[in-house]
């Protein structure tokens, strides 16, 4: 016989008692030959090996000389594989042959030898790579144990049973604690962890005597039925079922998930089996297919979050994840599962109020960090076996006691049941054993006639990848390319393209500056603005970029990035956002969400990605403030009966001292265009609309929400539309307004009689046509042709116009009646704008304001009515950021932050109106001084 191909599934089909055939090949290709066993240093709760002393005395009698490396930590001690005829050797040099269960050190790697053990390198972790790399260079033969698999793809050799058993002992073991961290104490208390038992019937009997008291009804009613979801149906599946199955429980349908989690007995446990094509759908929603499935795992998406989460109180996770398969459960549905629903006031078929969420803990047997239970992005450790993962991401491995899910997701639990482990092991490797001797170093691995499990599972041979593994250097290659930092910036794991650096970039850009592992690059028209704030941060680089003559470069950096964060006008954005799609780069902006953005949606969408909007100060604070009291309201029973919002971006009250009472830390183009804008809300269910061209100032009202202040408010934009935005349809009154201080509107109201706010072209203003003085300007503006009236009858046609001499005082004290020459830019506004950019921005050593008013009417289910009012108050700091740049550029870094970490995910253009964003958001901001005041007054 030539080959071992015929001989090796003979073996294993009569094992132990090998056929005569199999025999006659063994005496002549085995005998003599040499393995060795090595101890195990990659953990020190490994206790394992990869074959028993029974096996070892199995090869011993077909003449294969074993050397086991010595090990006081090993379950079997060296005697008893010495008595099974092994050599207890420290040199392992001699074998040709090494074998192990664990990952080795590098230092210890033996050069020219065929090496077996699980790797972790197949999908090119990132930790593993050194290894990789120091097997390739010595010329080892590397087979993995996880590749080993039948013609089918069915793996033959793994611990996945043992996992399953120990991570099911673990998890029973955990829920006893958090139970009783929640204040339940449950028969689940009187279960160990797995490596706490002699062996798995000591656990049996542990679990069957909780059992008991089970189906005594000895569990809390308080907590409610519980529910075990089961993903997968492999081994790792049917060992953790094996042992569950020690308690009393019934085996449910998908379909009755829901309802026995609702209204099931409490003297038995729910048990459901969720299987791929249980949860796995096409993207553009056809059937799942097996077959497809293998070959294109990237066409399909998991429904398993939203059709089976909600109903489980504890999730057995032993689904093998690959990359680019669906995710079971990713960062936005742990937000969604793990959101405080249940309620004293919710009706209790929805859950127990006793418990903060039905999902109470996770068994990730799996154990692939960031696969498919997507924010365990590391595992947890035998000594450190659980923690408690929250909604916000918080992860704390010291109490069982506070919000969140329990996780215990081990990368070796088999090691907590050492001898069963290496018994059930060793006897599936052992009759692959006689075909992986036959490897030869100096022989290439193309001439050995390997069996289809061991020549599958063979990485690398002769210094290079095999050529089933040959993509590893591809997914190295763009492991790579996805953290390389743009421009020179030292190596990230995550890069951001910042557009603009204008006022509101310089505090986004220091947020996201804390983590190292990101990448910044500042992308401005102004050099000068963009190197002042990279210069702070080692790692954010600047680079001159005008985004509309350079739509090359732009592609180009937007390329490179994970999220584009664009703080350009907003009439910029729509076109960033065509760039963004094209690369498949996500993208997030402070500004409302445009109908040109709208138009992008079903683009986005398609390619994949994200792109939030409003998320600054108004919008985005505003909306968060108002969405987190709604959240209350509605979890409370309660209806909002109206909702008055007004926000300004105003000077510190020492600094307003000019006749608008109104400094600009930003564009004054925006601010005074927008006084010529309409509006339409809601009072009292009646629709009030303010037409265009003026008349928006004419509803102009003082408030006293602040008593110190002396404020004023107009409408803002559409308001009627967030009665459904932000789910309060119900409510009489939606107000959303922009605040001044008083005396602003009137003086506006002025300019605009004046035609100074008019935004068409104006030939007087023509920036190549002659110099003119603001004096003639406005002469012209009256139909004066002769600029030389005498001033006081220029006063006078003024006041004609304007018909108020408090304006005409704003005009004289503004200098609009001076001699000094315009800077034409075409049109009033524009020439406007320029000049009180120049004459009213803020200086160095003065400070802004924001404040932000909510007035909140409340109904709740006893009939009491609340007004709630939600004050925000911030000043910017005199020689530091504005107060403006705060609350816009520290909002819109969070959600920056929270798209890398892939806490927000959904597909095409976002705003802030979920619970899983608005609430961390406005708890991280909380934490940068953001924070507002409530005072609410009840009425019977």
């Known amino acids: 016989m030539s080959s071992v191909l015929s001989a090796a599934p003979s073996m294993a089909r009569y094992w132990p008692s090998h056929s005569a055939q199999a025999r006659r090949w063994i005496s002549r290709n085995v005998q003599g030959r040499c393995l060795a066993i090595r101890r195990e240093d990659q953990s020190v709760w490994e206790r394992r090996a990869p074959l028993g002393p029974s096996h070892v005395r199995q090869l011993v009698k077909d003449g294969v000389s074993v050397i086991v490396q010595p090990s006081n930590r090993r379950a079997y001690p060296m005697q008893a594989y010495q008595n099974a005829g092994a050599k207890i050797k420290e040199d392992i040099s001699e074998a040709p042959v090494v074998i192990g269960v664990k990952q080795i050190p590098i230092d210890q790697l033996l050069p020219n030898k065929t090496y077996c053990f699980f790797s972790h390198t197949i999908k090119a972790q990132e930790a593993n790579m050194p290894l990789l790399d120091a097997i390739l260079e010595k010329n080892i033969r590397l087979l993995d144990y996880e590749k080993m698999c039948d013609e089918r793809g069915q793996r033959v050799v793994a611990f996945g049973k043992y996992a399953g058993v120990a991570g099911m002992i673990n998890i029973l073991h955990g829920l006893g604690l958090r139970l009783l961290a929640l204040g339940h104490h449950t028969p689940f208390m009187h279960i160990g962890p797995a490596h706490n038992y002699r062996n798995t019937e000591m656990a049996r009997q542990a679990i069957r005597d909780s059992g008991y008291e089970i189906s005594l009804g000895m569990m809390p009613k308080s907590i409610g039925p519980l529910t075990f979801v089961f993903t997968g149906t492999g081994n790792v599946s049917q060992g953790a079922q094996e042992i569950f199955q020690e308690l009393p429980c019934e085996y449910v349908s998908l379909q009755a998930l829901r309802k026995v989690s609702e209204h099931g007995a409490m003297n038995k446990l729910y048990v459901c089996e969720v299987s791929r094509r249980d949860h796995l759908v096409r993207k553009d929603g056809g059937k799942y297919d097996a077959v497809e499935y293998e070959e294109h795992p990237e066409r399909y998406i998991s429904v398993f979050a939203h059709k089976i989460a909600p109903y489980a109180s504890v999730i057995v996770n032993g689904i093998y994840w690959a990359v680019n398969s669906p995710k079971l459960l990713t960062i936005p549905d742990a937000k969604y599962l793990l959101r405080p629903v249940y309620t004293p006031w919710l009706p209790t078929s929805l859950g127990s109020p006793s418990l903060p969420h039905r999902m109470l803990a996770i068994c990730d047997i799996s154990a692939d960090p960031g696969g498919s239970i997507e924010f365990m992005s590391e595992c947890t450790t035998i000594d450190t076996p659980f923690c408690l993962y929250d909604a916000d991401q918080n992860k704390d491995t010291n109490s069982f006691k506070g919000p969140g899910v329990l996780v215990c997701s081990i990368d070796n639990m088999p090691t907590q049941l050492p001898r069963e482990a290496t018994d059930f092991f060793g006897s599936l490797l052992l009759p692959h054993m006689y075909d992986i001797l036959q490897s030869d170093i100096n022989k290439p691995f ?33 492991n790579s390319a996805s953290s390389k930092a743009a421009f020179d910036i030292a190596s990230k794991s995550k890069n951001v393209l910042v557009l603009g650096a204008g006022y509101v970039s310089a505090p986004l850009v220091e947020y996201l500056a804390r983590d190292p592992n990101i990448g910044i690059l500042l992308a401005s028209g102004l050099q000068d603005e963009a190197d002042a704030i990279a210069q702070k941060h080692s790692n954010v680089n600047s680079v001159l970029l005008d985004v509309v003559e350079r739509p090359d470069l ?97 000077p510190a009250p020492e600094f307003s001292d000019n006749p608008l009472r109104y400094k600009f830390s930003w564009s004054p183009r925006g601010v005074l265009l927008n006084t010529l804008s309409g509006a ?26 602040l008593p110190g202040l002396a404020l004023e408010g107009f409408p803002n934009r559409d308001s009627t539309i967030y009665g459904n935005l932000y789910g309060i349809s119900e409510a009489k009154t939606i107000l959303r307004g922009t605040l001044r201080f008083r005396g602003f509107s009137s003086v506006v109201k002025g300019l605009q009689k004046l035609g100074l706010i008019d935004p068409k072209e104006h030939p007087m203003l023509h920036p190549r046509g002659p110099d003119i003085t603001w004096r003639q300007l406005i ?36 200098g609009l009646l001076q001699d000094d020459s315009v800077v034409k830019l075409g049109t009033p506004l524009d020439t406007l704008s320029h000049f009180l950019d120049k004459k009213l ?15 909140i009417g409340i109904t709740w289910p006893d009939g009491n009515k609340e007004l709630r009012g939600i004050n925000l108050v911030c000043y910017g700091d005199a020689n530091g950021y504005s107060a403006m740049a705060k609350t816009v550029g520290y909002p819109a870094a969070v959600a920056t932050k929270m798209v890398l970490d892939g806490e927000i995910q959904g597909g095409g253009m976002v705003l802030p109106f979920t619970r899983e964003i608005f609430k961390p958001m406005t708890t991280r901001l909380r934490k940068e001084g953001i924070t507002a005041t409530e005072k609410s007054t009840f009425l019977s």
């Open 841 to 855: 921005s803020i200086k160095a050593g003065e400070r802004d304001m924001i404040v932000l008013r909510h007035e």
């Open 446 to 478: 193309e001439d050995h006639s390997f069996t289809h499990a061991v020549h599958g599972a063979i990485i690398t041979s002769g210094g290079e990848l095999t050529p089933s593994f040959k993509y590893i250097d591809d997914l190295r290659a763009r």
């Open 779 to 814: 002469c012209n503006l009256l139909g004066q042709l002769d600029s030389n009236i005498f001033p006081d009858n220029l006063r006078t046609l003024i006041i004609e116009r304007i018909g108020d001499e408090t304006q005409l005082a704003a005009l004289e004290a503004l």
């Open 680 to 705: 339409r809300y809601l009072e009292n269910g009646k629709v009030i609309d303010v037409p265009e061209g003026g008349a928006l100032l004419d509803t102009t009202e003082d408030y006293s929400f």
């Open 554 to 650: 732009l592609s180009d950096l937007v390329k490179q990035a994970d999220v584009v964060v664009s703080l350009l006008p907003y009439a910029l954005h729509p076109e960033i956002a065509k760039e963004c799609i094209n690369q498949k780069t996500n993208m997030v902006t402070a500004s409302y969400l445009s109908p040109a953005m709208k138009e992008l949606h079903d683009d986005a969408v398609a390619a994949g990605i994200t792109i939030v909007n409003e998320v600054g100060l108004d919008p985005g604070i505003d909306h968060l403030l108002a969405l987190e009291c709604f959240d209350e309201v509605l979890q409370g029973g309660g209806k909002v009966d109206s909702f008055v919002s007004f926000c300004g971006g105003l």
